[in-house]
């Protein structure tokens, strides 16, 4: 018999406001256990809750993002369960009436077969929750016991629920993706999965081809990672289909997934909205949004990503690989363009389409190989998008060759930048440190210029220069000479190499080729 999986994600994004939910305690994360829980977030006598207007907006800004619908009057709900790390015995939600309701997502799936292009799905959403987190339960160290760390109580969440459209683990990751690139494009989130600012539940199920009727599903709780998400899906659809052709039945659970074992295993049977006795607060009066609020979020907020993907690509002629990979977080694209915004101003001489090919070639190539290894966000690049933008400019000008920009300038200032970055006292590396931002564009292409300078990394342009070593070479290579004349193509490049050899590899190539061309016989 076929299978067909269905799944559905219930995503938790942290909001990205400095307080909670209902207290103006701070969300900041690492903070000593239980230092940043106030009377409202212990539930202490008498205490009533506030709303985060911050936590609002930013919910109707996903709202917006989505296209989903803004309910202009919205109700806090009672969710009632008791559990050791939630102080109230019971978490303030939203039920009935959500902030936002609808919506899509598209995403891109694999084609049929594998040689198939990549197509767009749109992902329906049902729902998109405010409410607030449980405190954490911490079970090392404790000899037995249980501790309990409130900081997390009343962090602000927003709940986004999506349909059950998803067919595969690979469409939920690609789902899953999508989304953290939106939350943190229109700074709702910051979509930090290891500090537990973006956590999925996977809804699984499967049925046979062609039923309508939907499967028994199990939710797999917490995944706070990419591979992990995948691998729990992958298992629990595996463990259903056998489960079912050895004649049993698949039991509605909440499941959670152990990597270090690679498989899910039951937690607790799964609650349905009846078991948790879902009420209106009567602490909090129902939330209203009004148009005029709604216009304002929307004005605030950004180009969106599918915008600025197309612009890249009509204004400054990149392929539709390079204005995604660009794309894929504003400040990703914030750097781009403050690097090619730079070389339009400093080289307006210069072809602006071949100045942003340029920038897109470095960042996607040195810049983010370098992020990468090192571990650091491009909002703090050691090498700025100012600083790369001199380097592209002193390679397009044939003051330095491509090669010794990839392989000698650019990781020198890296490497000294990174090391001020992280240690103020730290030496200079190569003998060169350059100041952290914010730096001067004078004073940049000063310091790069210099650096050239010091690294004796100058490119040879001078073509009286660069003839006389092309002649040097065509006299000692008499055999290569008569190769190429007979027709060896490989005896040219073999003389290119020897005129880089001579000049250390600072000969502008261009010019040797040319050079070369017209003074062999032809």
């Not at 506030?50 to 993002?65: H, Q, S």
């Not at 900081?151 to 709940?159: C, F, H, K, S, V």
Request: glycine share 6%; aromatic share 6%; hydrophobic share 40%.
């Amino acid at each position: 018999m076929k299978w067909e999986v269905v799944i559905g994600l219930e995503t938790h994004a942290q909001l990205s406001t400095v307080s909670k939910i209902f207290s103006g305690a701070s969300t900041a994360f690492g903070a000593a256990p239980n230092t940043q829980a106030c009377a409202v977030d212990l539930a202490l006598p008498g205490v009533l809750p506030v709303p985060n207007k911050g936590a609002v907006e930013r919910a109707i800004r996903f709202g917006l993002a989505v296209g989903g619908t803004i309910n202009r009057r919205s109700v806090f709900a009672r969710k009632n369960y008791f559990y050791p790390d939630l102080p109230k015995g019971y978490q303030i939600s939203q039920y009935e009436i959500p902030v936002v309701q609808g919506g899509t997502l598209t995403i891109e799936v694999a084609g049929v077969r594998p040689d198939d292009q990549a197509v767009d799905k749109v992902v329906r959403l049902t729902r998109a929750h405010l409410e607030e987190d449980a405190g954490k339960s911490l079970h090392e160290d404790y000899r037995g016991m249980t501790g309990i760390d409130l900081n997390r109580a009343g962090t602000p969440l927003l709940e986004i629920v999506s349909e059950p459209d998803l067919r595969s683990a690979e469409e939920a990751i690609a789902y899953a993706k999508q989304l953290h690139e939106l939350v943190q494009w229109h700074g709702i989130c910051d979509g930090n999965m290891q500090e537990g600012s973006f956590r999925c539940d996977a809804n699984v199920s499967v049925r046979p081809v062609g039923q309508k009727e939907l499967g028994t599903r199990c939710e797999i709780k917490n995944l706070n990672s990419f591979r992990f998400m995948e691998k729990a899906i992958e298992y629990e659809v595996r463990r259903q289909v056998a489960l079912i052709e050895d004649g049993g039945r698949v039991v509605q659970e909440t499941r959670l997934y152990d990597p270090d074992k690679d498989e899910t295993r039951s937690m607790r049977s799964k609650e349905d909205a009846m078991d948790y006795r879902y009420f209106p607060d009567p602490d909090l009066p129902p939330l209203v949004i009004d148009e005029a609020w709604i216009e304002r979020v929307r004005a605030a907020m950004p180009e969106t990503q599918e915008a600025k993907k197309a612009r890249f690509m009509s204004q400054y002629a990149l392929s539709a690989y390079d204005a995604r990979l660009l794309s894929t977080s504003r400040a990703t694209a914030d750097y781009f363009e403050s690097c090619v915004n730079t070389l339009r101003i400093q080289s307006p001489e210069l072809d602006l389409s071949r100045l942003a090919k340029a920038s897109a070639n470095s960042i996607l190539g040195m810049v983010i190989t370098a992020l990468k290894r090192d571990e650091v966000d491009i909002s703090s690049s050691p090498v700025s998008a100012e600083e790369l933008a001199w380097i592209i400019i002193n390679t397009e000008r044939g003051a330095i060759s491509l090669k010794t920009a990839k392989e000698e300038l650019f990781p020198r200032m890296w490497a000294a930048n990174l090391a001020a970055m992280r240690d103020e006292r730290a030496k200079p590396v190569h003998g060169f440190v350059v100041a952290t931002l914010p730096r001067m564009t004078a004073s940049i292409s000063a310091t790069v210029t210099k650096l050239i300078s010091a690294m004796g990394a100058e490119q040879i342009s001078d073509t009286g220069v660069i003839e006389k070593i092309v002649d040097e070479v065509l006299a000692a290579n008499v055999q290569q000479v008569a190769d190429f004349k007979a027709g060896k193509e490989k005896a040219f490049n073999s003389l290119v190499g020897q005129v880089m050899k001579a000049t250390k590899g600072k000969a502008n190539p261009a010019q040797v080729n040319e050079l070369l061309r017209k003074k062999l016989p032809g």
